[in-house]
């Protein structure tokens, strides 16, 4: 995930020595100039005061620009990872942060109680760049996956005609969404979902890449959506055979189930396309989009949604997450 550039001089020290002084001014880590905490002081601080809900690499970063970043010694270092997708364009990007000050200068929040100018803009924008009809943005990736997942439901009892308190959504195994009871209700992961029941009815988990078992999963009248990543991340980066996804969207059409692509982490460039689906030249009748959506620097992400199918049955629509 991070490789240290093997032309920097191995001449700041170990992990223990002192953090980067900073600029008082720009903030900007002062070349050479170490004082203050040291890396293993930072770990057993966030060791102490924070939970324990995750098991960070040890390097303790306080820089970043473009695709690379800097430890608390210094060391320049490549970042693959980039976030988990959210800087796709890379960290610290000048435009997003000028537009960022520039608007939190002007006004930063009205809520929905009223309209705000720029809003409506935003939307108009991002609908027209990805062909869909209607987004609701919205704060995280998991509040988006929740979201598509109640827009699936509503749709199921509205025009699929599902009894009440009846539908299904279809998961794969593997799938990773979130960490909130019903993302966690879909994983196959002990370490997600053990020790937190009773778990969300209505979802059934299905093998991924696996066509047939997913025809015989939505012939189930039940079934409102099926809900999969175009290429597994937290699962270890499973890639589908070439024509799972648009062998999806065929069984989909053809038994009335909304395609629900989560995109969160493949879409907005990260597989060399604007969306991962894009790939196979699918549409999905929801998609759900975040971390690269704000360049890293606010938590932004939408559900798209096409027309069709949620109103009739071809509309489709995208998901802020």
């Not at 699936?152 to 299904?168: D, T």
């Not at 370490?191 to 778990?199: A, I, N, R, V």
């Not at 890449?209 to 270890?236: S, T, Y």
Request: charged share 20%.
């Amino acid at each position: 995930m991070f490789r240290t550039l093997s032309k920097l001089k191995p001449s700041y020290g170990s992990m223990t020595q002192g953090v980067v002084k900073r600029n008082k001014a720009s903030g900007q880590p002062m070349s050479n100039v170490v004082t203050g905490d040291t890396a293993e002081q930072i770990f057993q601080r966030e060791a102490k005061y924070g939970a324990h809900n995750y098991h960070p690499i040890p390097v303790a970063l306080c820089k970043g620009k473009g695709v690379y970043v800097w430890d608390v010694n210094n060391r320049k270092y490549y970042d693959f990872l980039s976030a988990y997708s959210a800087v796709n364009q890379g960290h610290c990007h000048p435009k997003i942060i000028e537009a960022l000050k520039d608007q939190v200068g002007i006004l930063t929040l009205t809520s929905r109680a009223f309209y705000s100018d720029i809003l409506g803009e935003y939307e108009e924008y991002i609908t027209k760049l990805f062909g869909y009809d209607k987004v609701l943005p919205m704060n995280t990736g998991v509040e988006s996956g929740e979201t598509a997942c109640k827009l699936a439901r509503k749709w199921g009892y509205l025009k699929k005609g599902i009894p009440k308190n009846e539908a299904k959504i279809v998961f794969v195994e593997g799938n990773f969404w979130g960490r909130t009871l019903s993302a966690i209700s879909s994983s196959t992961d002990p370490t997600s979902y053990e020790g937190f029941g009773p778990f969300m009815p209505g979802f059934e988990i299905i093998p991924y890449n696996d066509l047939n078992a997913l025809n015989v999963a939505v012939q189930d009248p039940n079934v409102c959506g099926f809900m999969v990543e175009p290429i597994q991340g937290e699962a270890g980066v499973m890639v589908p055979h070439q024509g799972y996804l648009r062998g999806v969207q065929d069984l989909c059409n053809r038994n009335n189930v909304l395609f629900i692509a989560d995109e969160v982490q493949t879409g907005l460039g990260r597989t060399g396309r604007r969306l991962c689906v894009d790939h196979e030249n699918v549409r999905p009748d929801i998609v759900i989009l975040g971390k690269a959506l704000s360049g890293g620097v606010f938590p932004v992400r939408n559900n798209s949604i096409n027309r069709e199918k949620p109103i009739k049955k071809n509309a489709r629509g995208l998901c802020n997450c």
